[in-house]
C-alpha cells in the first residue's frame, strides 16, 4: 500500500510539473499572439521603418526580420563550422583523455555565461579588429555565444552513436577520419540538425550579445559591414517608448520572432526524422 | 597443411590485468580454425589480436608475435589498415553501417577507390556470396536496419568479404540469431573456406564440430589443447578440453 501511495504522488508531482510546462508555453504564445496579431499588417513584415515608427509613424520591421535572419545563419553556420569538427574530434580521437573532460566542462562553464558577457567580449573583438558596429561584429559575437550550446548538443548526440558501428567502419580498413565523417557523422545526423537548430533558436532570440556589436539601423544591411537591425533590439526599442500603438507593434514583432523559431523548430524535426531513414538502431 | 597466420608467444593484458597468457599456435590456411572455451577465456581477444581490433580496447597491451604469411603484424612498418582489409572481422551482434543495402556492402570498396559499374558488379557478386542476393536485389536503397537480423548478419558478411580479404574472423556470428540463420551462416562460413581461411569463434562446442577443421581450446585465458576437430571431439588429450566437450562443464 506504501509503495503504491508512493507511486500516485511521483505521478502527482510529473504530472503537475508537465501541466505547468506546457501551460507556461501555451500562456507566452496567448499572451504574444492575443496582443501582438491585431497590430500585425503585411506592411510590418515587407517595410523598413519610416520616419517617426516609433513615435507611432508608419512603417515595419522588414530590416529587424532580414537582419537577424542573416544574423541568424551567418552565426550559426560559423559556430557549426568550429562545432562539429570538435565534437567529432572528443568523440574519435579524444575518446577518454582527460583533455575532452576538460573541454567539456569548458564548454559546460561557457553555455552558464550570460549573453551580455559575450556581448562585451565580442566588443573587445570587434575593437582589436578595428571593426565598427556591423552584421559580420554581430555574426562573430552571436557564433562565440552559440559555440558552448552547439557543441554540447552535438556532443551528447555523437556520443550516444554506438562503439559498435566504429569498430565496423574499422574492422573494413576505414581510418579514424573516414569512420568519423562517414559512420558516425551519418548516424549522428538527426541529433545534429536539432542541435543545429535549437542553437539557431538560441542566436537568433538574444538581445544582449549583439546590444554593443551589430548596432541598430533603419536599413536592410547590404553587406557584412553595414549595422544590422535585430528583431529582440527592435521589440525592446518598441516597448520602450511611452506609446500604446507602438507597444502593441513590439508583440506583432514578438509574434513574428516565435514564429521565426518554431518554424526553425520544425523544420529541424522534419529534418530530424527524414535522416533518421537510415540510422542504426 | 601450410600455416597462413601463426602466434607465437602472444600475452595480452587489459589495464596490466593478463587476458591471455603464452598463446602459441597455427592457424591453417583455407581451413575453419574454432577457437572455443567458456565465457571470458579470451577467445574474443584472441581473435580481435589477429587483426589488431584490440588496439581499439582501452588499456589493451599486446606482446608476443602474431604473423601473416610469415610477417609480423605488430611489426612497425605494417599499415594497420591494410592489415584488416586483409584480416576481416564479423562481429557478434550484426552492425548495419547508418546507410542503404547497397552502400552498406560498397562502403570497403568505396574506400579503395571502387566506383560505377565496378562497385555495383562488386556488391552484387558479395551479396551473392553471402547468400542474401535474391532477398535484397529488389530492395538495395532500402535501410539496411530493416533487414531482419539473420538478413542483418549475411549483410555483414558480404560487407566484410567485398574488401577481398585473405582471412575472415567471426565472432560469435550466429548466438543472436535463430537456428534457421544460424544454419545459414554456418552453410556460408562452410562454403567459404575454399577461397578464404576462416577463423571462427563460438561458445559452442557442437557449432564448433560442425564447421571446423581445427579448435583450440582456451581456458582463463590459456590454451589448453590445439588440435584437428576429431581429435579434440574424439580424443581429447587434456581433462579440461574431455569435460568442456564433454558437456559436463568446468
Known amino acids: 500500500m506504501k509503495r503504491r501511495i508512493t507511486e500516485y504522488i511521483f505521478v502527482a508531482i510529473a504530472a503537475t510539473a508537465t501541466a505547468v510546462v506546457a501551460a507556461s508555453l501555451i500562456a507566452i504564445l496567448w499572451s504574444v499572439a492575443a496582443k501582438g496579431l491585431p497590430s500585425l499588417k503585411w506592411s510590418m513584415l515587407t517595410q523598413v521603418p519610416k520616419g517617426g515608427y516609433y513615435l507611432g509613424g508608419g512603417g515595419g520591421i522588414a530590416n529587424a526580420i532580414v537582419g537577424s535572419i542573416y544574423l541568424g545563419l551567418g552565426a550559426t553556420a560559423l559556430a557549426l563550422l568550429v562545432s562539429l569538427p570538435t565534437c567529432l574530434y572528443l568523440r574519435v580521437y579524444l575518446g577518454r583523455n582527460p583533455l575532452a573532460a576538460l573541454v567539456r566542462l569548458s564548454l559546460e562553464v561557457l553555455w552558464g555565461v550570460p ?78 540538425v536539432t542541435g543545429l537548430l535549437l542553437a539557431f533558436g538560441r542566436g537568433i532570440g538574444d538581445a544582449a550579445s549583439v546590444l554593443f556589436t551589430a548596432g541598430f539601423t533603419d536599413n536592410i544591411p547590404h553587406s557584412l559591414s553595414d549595422p544590422a537591425a535585430t528583431l529582440p533590439l527592435s521589440i525592446f526599442f518598441q516597448l520602450g517608448t511611452p506609446f500604446e500603438e507602438v507597444h502593441r507593434r513590439a508583440y506583432a514583432s514578438a509574434l513574428i520572432l516565435t514564429i521565426l523559431v518554431l518554424l526553425a523548430s520544425a523544420l529541424a524535426r522534419i529534418l530530424a526524422a527524414r535522416f533518421a531513414k537510415h540510422t542504426w538502431r | 597443411m601450410k600455416a597462413h597466420m601463426t602466434v607465437q608467444r602472444l600475452n595480452l593484458a587489459y ?38 581490433m584490440i588496439e581499439l580496447a582501452p588499456g589493451a597491451r599486446v606482446d608476443g608475435r602474431v604473423t601473416l604469411d610469415g610477417e609480423d603484424i605488430y611489426g612497425s612498418n605494417v599499415d594497420i589498415m591494410d592489415l584488416r582489409k586483409r584480416v576481416g572481422l564479423i562481429c557478434q551482434r550484426p552492425v548495419p553501417l547508418p546507410m542503404s543495402i547497397f552502400e552498406n556492402v560498397a562502403f570497403g570498396p568505396r574506400l579503395y577507390g571502387a566506383h560505377g559499374h565496378t562497385l555495383k558488379q562488386t556488391v552484387e557478386s558479395n551479396l551473392r556470396k553471402a547468400g542474401i542476393w535474391d532477398e535484397v536485389k529488389d530492395r538495395l536503397k532500402e535501410s539496411a536496419s530493416r533487414l531482419s ?55 559452442d562446442p557442437h557449432q564448433a564440430r560442425r564447421v571446423a577443421d581445427s579448435v583450440v581450446f582456451l581456458y582463463l585465458g590459456e590454451l589448453v589443447e590445439y588440435g584437428s576437430t576429431a581429435q579434440i571431439f574424439d580424443s581429447p588429450q587434456e581433462n579440461w578440453t574431455r569435460m568442456y566437450v564433454g558437456g559436463a562443464g568446468i
Open chain 2, 15 to 52: 589495464n596490466n590485468c593478463p587476458a591471455l597468457k603464452d598463446i602459441n599456435v597455427e592457424i591453417p590456411e583455407k581451413q575453419v580454425t574454432a577457437i572455443i572455451g567458456p565465457s571470458g577465456c579470451g577467445k574474443s581477444s584472441l581473435l580481435r589480436c589477429l587483426n589488431r
Open chain 1, 115 to 192: 549573453s551580455i558577457v559575450f556581448g562585451a567580449f565580442g566588443f573587445t573583438i570587434m575593437v582589436f579588429l578595428g571593426l565598427r558596429a556591423s552584421l559580420l561584429a554581430g555574426i562573430i559575437t552571436v557564433a562565440l555565444f552559440e559555440l558552448p550550446i552547439m557543441i554540447r548538443a552535438m556532443d551528447e548526440v555523437v556520443k550516444m552513436v554506438p562503439a559498435e558501428l566504429e569498430e565496423a567502419a574499422h574492422a573494413l580498413g576505414a581510418t579514424r577520419f573516414e569512420t568519423a565523417t562517414r559512420v558516425v557523422l551519418r548516424q549522428a545526423l538527426p541529433g545534429l
Open chain 2, 149 to 203: 537480423v539473420g538478413q542483418q548478419q549475411r549483410l555483414c558478411l558480404a560487407r566484410g568479404l567485398a574488401v577481398k580479404p585473405e582471412v575472415l574472423l567471426f565472432d560469435e556470428p550466429t548466438s543472436s540469431l535463430d537456428p534457421v540463420s544460424a544454419r545459414h551462416i554456418e552453410e556460408q562460413i562452410a562454403k567459404l573456406k575454399r577461397d578464404f581461411t576462416v577463423v571462427i569463434v563460438t561458445h
